[in-house]
């Protein structure tokens, strides 16, 4: 995980928003990309949710998810923990990948 944040901080200039030894955030614009690490230390997550991810935060995110699956995305995950005050979609889109949409709920702070 140390290296793919070097790679991006390094090929993109993105900057490093959150770090922990399960969970990097890295800034890009008005979306991060995270990474979280699947390995003999954790447990292979659901497919699509514990992998490297762009993450776009939105505003109206159930109207995103109502598009994104009428053009062929598929919700894979759901994780709604109102105390985290943000709630996140991880979406397959139609060629394979997963991308998340997160939206804060008001007076929400960082991820």
């Known amino acids: 995980m140390q290296a793919a944040k070097n790679f ?19 800034s890009c614009g008005n979306g991060s990309l995270a990474l ?6 954790r447990p292979e997550g659901q497919t699509g949710i514990e992998r490297t991810k762009v993450i776009f935060e939105v ?7 109502e598009r994104i699956e009428k053009l062929g ?8 923990n109102v105390a985290a005050q943000i709630k996140v ?16 709920r008001e007076g929400g702070r960082g991820r």
Not at 8 to 26: G, K, M, P, Q, R
Not at 90 to 102: G, K, M, R, T
């Open 8 to 26: 991006y901080v390094a090929a993109l200039n993105l900057t490093v928003t959150t770090e922990s030894a399960w969970w990097i955030d890295l």
């Open 36 to 41: 979280s690490p699947n390995g003999p230390d």
């Open 59 to 65: 505003t109206g995110l159930d109207e995103f998810v």
């Open 73 to 80: 995305g598929k919700v894979v995950h759901v994780s709604d």
């Open 89 to 104: 979609v991880h979406i397959l889109d139609p060629f394979q990948n997963v991308f998340q949409l997160a939206e804060r």
